[in-house]
């Protein structure tokens, strides 16, 4: 069965830094890997998405990558800014089965403070 | 407009009471989720449906039930809630496995409260 671990479960930063948000998963042989932003209350919002074929992807300020040999996935926000607060949900869909449901880890709470 | 609305947005019922959820989208994807949400434990699977045809239960069914009317609208009974449903409810969809990315997108979410 697979597992996603994220961690830190929270983090706190000041206003400009670079960080890096981690995402492990245990199997392997995964199709794709998605990064979601949540703010409180609210909707799961799509950041990114990896294809299991893909290393990185980027969108703004965010990039994802992805190394499947050593289940892990990071998500980099550069220049983080106050608007970044959020819990930040990665979700590992697998290969095998056909059925692509998707796992997901327990997120990151995320505070940038000004 | 959303491409994934969720009705009603905030309920607040009493135990016992049976209580519907609804989904509908526009995106045309055909594999549509329930999900809960409770603090600690992360997303949850409710149920899942990859056509009008197909219902899939995930990993905590018990106490609810699911109706795909449609391709667009999936909707999640609580046949009779009781307090530990209160949780915020997520719909979510995607496109066919093999499809161009199966991204799945959510709904806002419902939040309910059993008393």
């Known amino acids: 069965k697979q597992e996603v671990t994220q961690i830190p479960a929270a983090l706190s930063v000041p206003e400009g830094e670079n960080l890096v948000l981690n995402c492990s998963f245990t199997?392997?042989?995964?199709?794709?890997l998605q990064w979601f932003r949540q703010d409180p209350g609210k909707g799961l919002t799509s950041l990114l998405l990896?294809?299991?074929?893909?290393r990185e992807q980027t969108s703004g300020r965010l990039n994802a990558s992805l190394d499947k040999s050593s289940g892990r996935s990071t998500l980099y926000i550069a220049a983080s800014q106050p608007g970044d607060s959020a819990t930040y949900l990665c979700?590992?869909?697998?290969?095998?089965?056909?059925?692509?449901?998707?796992?997901f880890g327990r997120g990151t709470s995320l505070i940038v403070h000004p | 407009d959303a491409d994934v609305t969720q009705t009603p947005r905030n309920r607040i019922t009493k135990t016992g009471k049976r209580i519907m959820l609804e989904c509908s989208q526009t995106?045309?994807?055909?594999?549509m989720y329930w999900y809960r949400q409770d603090p600690g434990l992360g997303l949850r699977l409710i149920y899942y449906?990859?056509?009008?045809?197909?219902?899939n239960k995930g990993e905590i069914s018990d106490g609810y039930s699911v109706s795909r009317q449609a391709q667009a609208k999936f909707s999640l009974s609580l046949e009779s809630a009781i307090p530990n449903q209160t949780a915020l409810y997520f719909c979510?969809?995607?496109?066919?496995?093999?499809?161009?990315?199966?991204?799945?997108?959510f709904g806002p979410g419902t939040r309910l409260t059993v008393l």
């Open positions: 979510a969809t995607s496109d066919l496995s093999g499809g161009i990315n199966n991204e799945q997108f």
């Open positions: 199997d392997s042989a995964i199709y794709n």
């Open positions: 990896i294809q299991s074929s893909q």
């Open positions: 979700a590992v869909r697998p290969r095998a089965g056909g059925s692509y449901i998707p796992t």
């Open positions: 995106k045309g994807h055909d594999r």
């Open positions: 449906s990859f056509d009008v045809k197909d219902i």
